[in-house]
């Protein structure tokens, strides 16, 4: 493979007309700061879109596998056994999934693990610690992480060497955080700490994005050809400090550093931007601020002479304190567009693998539960969760040829829409429809009684965020029949709502009428709810067959105001009780042992009026209710679960409480039938593969 230079320090003008099927080698990232999001999105484009990448890459991609570091109960619990496990000439993408805290490791990824990734929460970023020396490992080998192999990957994690600062007096004080010897990795909001020759960024194409690294004397180091986006390069000590020392040994070796709209930062002042370790270092530094902490003369004189003809250190339109150039040694260069445009250089296959890096987690992770840390369920959610730009290729066949090409229905009852109501709007879609059809419901009240026929899949009901669209209708069991009542009913799959608030307007049921009145019924299969709202009494909601997924909704019942016999996850939802006498959340129509499918509400609410409200009972006799990180308030029964009227039950129920939070959660005087569950019990209900999620679960729509 040849090299290819690829325009990395300029742009004026970005125009974005079409996505791009390669990653983009000529567009130069843009001047503008704010721009350079939309210029990585825009040329580094996800893996379904690409063409021409490495065979063995593509081949890895096709069947990524995630394996869990935790030393509270991963499968590994240290990072060392979890890359012992990757198989020598592994030929598959291997994630490392890393639980947040300190370990204390020296980890080496050997030269025969390509395909791995390290990956982090980035709210709780894992941290690599290590204190090895020069004097004791020699100086490249006491990183505390070396990576060998190619195509490898961090992701949100900390790396440090503790070792004390280097003093000046003793020998062998270079103590490395990382050392990358593997050709084509990427790092993303990384984090390197040391003192002398913290990265040494040595042979191969590599990228680095939204980093920090932090160091005294030549703290980034070695013969790399690597580009540094929006990263801080962070000095700290005394003395003389350096940044860079690249070992460019001939002019003819195309390699070097190029740092764009990074920042340089520190303690003190006098700090160069680079020295001449060897004699053809190739520096650059693009739309970088600089502070004060910089050296008037930039980068530090050669001690031989000669280097000042062989040297490559240029500045390209940074700004701040320590940009001014006036004072600059005489061998910096000055760098017009052209040569700006050409500067670094990388393989074009690097570049092709950075789909894979820039959007880690390309499919919806069946395997990785949801944080216990309310703070991080977006960020899990974002991460788990992709859209469907960067999932083509890896849904279902029909949902992935579904939403290929969407089509937009706009409904307002005041006119000025394709229709008036949404019924008609629905009736419009044609029997045997293969198209993500989004239909697009203006604010206002919608008193209709709607019905979504299992010949018209792939329909979205879509309400504008921050103003009420109510769908309303005063349907009764005695009227329409108990599941016939629902003022919204949806019989086809892969259905989504979001926005909207679902109401059945019937009056409370007196006690021995037969007074059900439904707010929606779900029998479709792979359904998904965002933002909704569900009003009703008795049996507010019918969630009855298939896979269904709730996120950030509300529902509002008294008796058994969530029943069927769904496969259900509910995420970050309000049950409120409203009402008084009996009052039930849940029953679950489970009716055997071999049946695959539970309500399980992860990080919800509980609340309401009164007290003595019920988690659930025992409308058939195999329910299955769990309750993981929920805070339940002082409205919920002490005993939880209503007792089974048939004995039996005791034995066939699974009613699971894990980590719950709030007066209602105190577990002393639960019944005897509750299931003490702990977190390897608890991680089935706590992942998309609850409700095989890889294969359909998108995210919202966009008004």
């Known amino acids: 493979m040849g090299y290819t230079n690829v325009s990395i320090l300029l742009a004026l003008v970005v125009v974005f007309v079409t996505p791009m099927v390669l990653a983009d080698d000529a567009t130069p990232i843009p001047e503008a700061k704010v721009q350079v999001e939309q210029w990585f999105e825009a040329n580094v484009a996800p893996l379904p879109a690409r063409k021409g990448l490495d065979p063995a890459l593509v081949a890895a991609e096709a069947e990524p596998?995630?394996?869990?570091?935790?030393?509270?109960?991963?499968?590994?619990?240290?990072?060392?056994?979890?890359?012992?496990?990757?198989?020598?000439?592994?030929?598959?993408?291997?994630?490392?999934?890393?639980?947040?805290?300190?370990?204390?490791?020296?980890?080496?990824?050997?030269r025969n693990k390509p395909f791995i990734t390290l990956m982090g929460d980035p709210k709780a970023m894992p941290v690599i610690t290590f204190d090895g020396t020069a004097a004791k490992y020699g100086t490249v080998d006491s990183a505390s992480l070396i990576i060998l192999s190619d195509y490898f990957m961090a992701v949100n994690i900390v790396v440090k060497n503790t070792a004390p600062a280097p003093d000046g007096k003793m020998k062998g004080a270079q103590a490395l955080s990382m050392?990358?010897?593997?050709?084509?990795?990427?790092?993303?909001?990384?984090?390197?700490?040391?003192?002398?020759?913290?990265?040494?960024?040595?042979?191969?194409?590599?990228?680095?994005?939204?980093?920090?690294?932090?160091?005294?004397?030549?703290?980034?180091?070695?013969?790399?050809?690597s580009l540094y986006l929006?990263?801080?390069?962070?000095?700290?000590?005394?003395?003389?400090?350096?940044?860079?020392?690249?070992?460019?040994?001939?002019?003819?070796?195309?390699?070097?550093y190029s740092f764009v709209h990074c920042k340089v930062t520190g303690v003190g002042e006098?700090?160069?931007?680079?020295?001449?370790?060897?004699?053809?270092?190739?520096?650059?530094?693009?739309?970088?601020?600089?502070?004060?902490?910089?050296?008037?003369?930039?980068?530090?004189?050669?001690?031989?002479?000669?280097?000042?003809?062989?040297?490559?250190?240029?500045?390209?339109?940074?700004?701040?304190?320590?940009?001014?150039?006036?004072k600059r040694v005489p061998f910096t260069q000055k760098i017009?567009?052209?040569?700006?445009?050409?500067?670094?250089?990388?393989?074009?296959?690097?570049?092709?693998f950075l789909v894979i890096f820039a959007l880690p987690a390309v499919v919806a992770d069946d395997i990785t539960p949801i944080p216990e840390d309310k703070a991080q369920v977006e960020a899990w959610f974002k991460a788990n969760v992709q859209p469907y730009s960067a999932r083509r290729?890896?849904?279902?066949?029909?949902?992935?040829?579904?939403?290929?090409?969407?089509?937009?229905?706009?409904?307002?009852?005041?006119?000025?829409?394709?229709?008036?109501?949404?019924?008609?709007?629905?009736?419009?879609?044609?029997?045997?429809?293969?198209?993500?059809v989004i239909i697009k419901l203006a604010p206002g009240v919608y008193h209709e009684k709607v019905t979504v026929d299992v010949g018209r899949p792939f329909v979205t009901l879509m309400g504008k965020p921050g103003a009420e669209t109510n769908l309303t209708f005063d349907g009764t069991a005695s009227k329409f029949g108990t599941m016939e009542s629902a003022t919204l009913i949806i019989w086809a799959k892969y259905f989504v709502a979001a926005n909207l608030h679902v109401k059945n307007t019937a009056?409370?049921?007196?006690?021995?009428?037969?007074?059900?009145?439904?707010?929606?019924?779900?029998?479709?299969?792979?359904?998904?709810?965002?933002?909704?709202?569900?009003?009703?009494?008795?049996?507010?909601?019918?969630?009855?067959?298939?896979?269904?997924?709730?996120?950030?909704?509300?529902?509002?019942?008294?008796?058994?105001?969530?029943?069927?016999?769904?496969?259900?996850?509910?995420?970050?939802?309000?049950?409120?009780?409203?009402?008084?006498?009996?009052?039930?959340?849940?029953?679950?129509?489970?009716?055997?042992?071999?049946?695959?499918?539970?309500?399980?509400?992860?990080?919800?609410?509980?609340?309401?009026?009164?007290?003595?409200?019920?988690?659930?009972?025992?409308?058939?006799?195999?329910?299955?209710?769990?309750?993981?990180?929920?805070?339940?308030?002082?409205?919920?029964?002490?005993?939880?679960?209503?007792?089974?009227?048939?004995?039996?039950?005791?034995?066939?129920?699974f009613y699971g409480e894990y980590m719950c939070t709030g007066p209602g959660s105190h577990k002393e005087k639960r019944v005897a039938h509750t299931q003490d569950i702990d977190k390897n019990e608890a991680n089935g209900f706590l992942t998309l593969g609850y409700i095989k999620g890889s294969l359909w679960l998108l995210p919202p729509p966009a008004y």
């Not at 779900?522 to 997924?549: P, S």
């Open 65 to 110: 596998r995630t394996i869990t570091v935790d030393p509270k109960g991963g499968e590994f619990k240290t990072l060392m056994d979890a890359i012992k496990s990757v198989p020598a000439a592994n030929t598959k993408r291997v994630i490392i999934k890393i639980a947040p805290g300190e370990y204390r490791e020296k980890v080496t990824i050997d």
């Open 507 to 653: 009056p409370m049921p007196k006690a021995g009428t037969q007074g059900q009145a439904l707010a929606m019924r779900i029998n479709g299969d792979k359904a998904a709810f965002y933002n909704c709202r569900f009003y009703g009494f008795q049996d507010t909601l019918c969630d009855d067959i298939g896979n269904h997924f709730f996120k950030d909704c509300y529902i509002e019942g008294t008796y058994d105001f969530i029943f069927g016999r769904g496969a259900s996850l509910y995420l970050n939802t309000q049950l409120h009780a409203v009402g008084d006498g009996l009052r039930v959340i849940t029953a679950h129509n489970r009716q055997s042992e071999n049946q695959q499918n539970g309500y399980s509400f992860v990080h919800c609410k509980i609340t309401g009026v009164g007290t003595g409200i019920y988690l659930g009972r025992a409308w058939m006799s195999h329910p299955k209710v769990v309750y993981a990180y929920t805070e339940m308030s002082s409205v919920v029964n002490p005993t939880g679960w209503q007792e089974n009227r048939n004995r039996e039950n005791d034995k066939t129920v």
């Open 230 to 256: 929006g990263t801080q390069l962070h000095v700290v000590g005394d003395g003389i400090r350096v940044i860079t020392a690249h070992a460019g040994k001939s002019a003819d070796e195309k390699s070097g």
């Open 179 to 225: 050392r990358i010897s593997g050709n084509m990795a990427a790092f993303y909001n990384c984090k390197f700490y040391g003192f002398q020759d913290t990265i040494c960024d040595d042979t191969g194409n590599h990228f680095f994005k939204d980093c920090y690294v932090e160091g005294t004397f030549d703290f980034i180091f070695g013969s790399g050809t």
């Open 393 to 436: 290729g890896k849904l279902d066949p029909v949902l992935d040829a579904a939403e290929a090409s969407p089509q937009i229905i706009n409904v307002n009852q005041e006119g000025g829409g394709d229709f008036k109501t949404i019924n008609e709007a629905i009736k419009s879609i044609p029997i045997g429809n293969t198209k993500r």
């Open 336 to 352: 017009d567009p052209t040569v700006a445009n050409h500067m670094g250089y990388i393989f074009l296959t690097m570049i092709a």
């Open 270 to 326: 006098g700090i160069y931007l680079g020295r001449a370790w060897m004699s053809h270092p190739k520096v650059v530094y693009a739309y970088t601020e600089m502070t004060s902490v910089v050296n008037p003369a930039g980068w530090q004189e050669n001690k031989i002479a000669a280097h000042d003809k062989t040297v490559f250190y240029g500045e390209y339109k940074c700004q701040g304190e320590g940009s001014q150039t006036e």
